[in-house]
């Protein structure tokens, strides 16, 4: 919103700063932590009242659990709040990425929101049905898919089916273009990242760092995509408006701090659906934008593992009778072994930090 006062640098020069990528995504960062720093104890005072009795706890998971009962959930509102305020003061709302991106954001949040609210309602586990989520997400995903496909073609940049095309990491030319199916495949990557991070978030501060690291790292990567002299120097492909998805992901971060300040052990409030679904559809929609989803397996690599335990553990079972994991997600079965809550997010956070290093290190190797 605030991008149209570089329409007044004529007369005051250092409205020009509006014009930039960098200081917008700064402001956004600092924005965004403000504003859930400054609602968030109203929020959870809200949240705690109406919820009364909280997130429920489930009967099978380790012991040390048990304490956390009575912890409101849909903290993710804070979240979005803090993403959402600052994206429109600072992001360029004409253009289409950022517009599809917070699509999916607030389309998720709302089916997070809405598969909490029965959880605590119901106090069960069994929120939204499954298949039912999933249509919608694929819909939601699809349609920001279609729209953001279309301005890549209509960009001609890199040829008629660029926007339809799968990139390959390592490989400067190599694409395959899929045509209509990209919608498949881009609203694929963007459910299942957003149900990735939705199954790693399980223990205070677990998955809003690797979100943060990851939102870091694409911040960096849309950037460079968006700008043709650092896209050609680094021999990635050229993807011109995708820079201003930097600004966003300022704000996830900043978002992500406010949001940690009050989910640091012992948590005062947790994320719930609403923010784990929102935050991995904003980090696959970013990639499918970029073109970068197969390096975002990399990035996100922690909540690839997180996933793959779950239908390991899922599978095994269902034709063995058995488990491989004393417990999936994976983060509980180092608990059942005896890890501390701390020692499994602060090791988990350092393989983040590691996938993300080596994700960005797919940026030269070509």
Known sequence: MLIWLVEL?????????????????????????????????????????????????????????????????????????????????????????????????????????????????????????????????????????????????????????????????????????????????GGFVIVGAGNAVNLTDGLDGLAIVPVMIAAASFGVIAYLAGNVVFANYLQINFVPGTGELAVVLGAVIGAGLGFLWFNAPPAAIFMGDTGSLALGGTIGTVA????????????GGLFVIETLSVIIQVGFFKMTGRRVFLMAPIHHHFEKKGWTESQVVIRFWIIAVGLAMLGLSTLKLR
């Open 9 to 185: 640098s004529e007369y005051f020069k250092f409205l020009n700063l509006f014009r930039y990528i960098t200081f917008r995504t700064g402001a956004a960062l600092f924005t965004s932590a403000l504003i859930v720093f400054l609602f968030g104890p109203t929020i959870i005072n809200s949240l705690r009242i109406r919820q009364g009795k909280g997130q429920p706890i489930r009967a099978d998971g380790p012991q040390t659990h048990f304490k956390k009962a009575g912890t409101p959930t849909m903290g993710g509102l804070m979240i979005l709040a803090g993403i959402v305020g600052a994206s429109l003061l600072w992001a360029d709302l004409s253009n289409v990425y950022v517009v599809a991106t917070l699509l999916v954001t607030l389309g998720f949040g709302a089916i997070g929101f809405y598969d909490d609210y029965l959880k605590v309602t119901k106090q069960s586990h069994m929120g939204f049905s499954g298949k039912a989520r999933l249509g919608i997400e694929f819909v939601i995903a699809g349609i920001a898919v279609y729209f953001m496909m279309r301005t890549a073609l209509a960009s001609g940049v890199a040829g008629s089916t660029f926007g339809s095309s799968i990139a390959f990491p390592f490989f400067k030319d190599f694409m395959i273009n899929i045509g209509i199916m990209f919608v498949v495949f």
């Open 288 to 299: 499918v934008a970029t073109k970068h989803e197969i390096v975002m397996a990399i990035i």
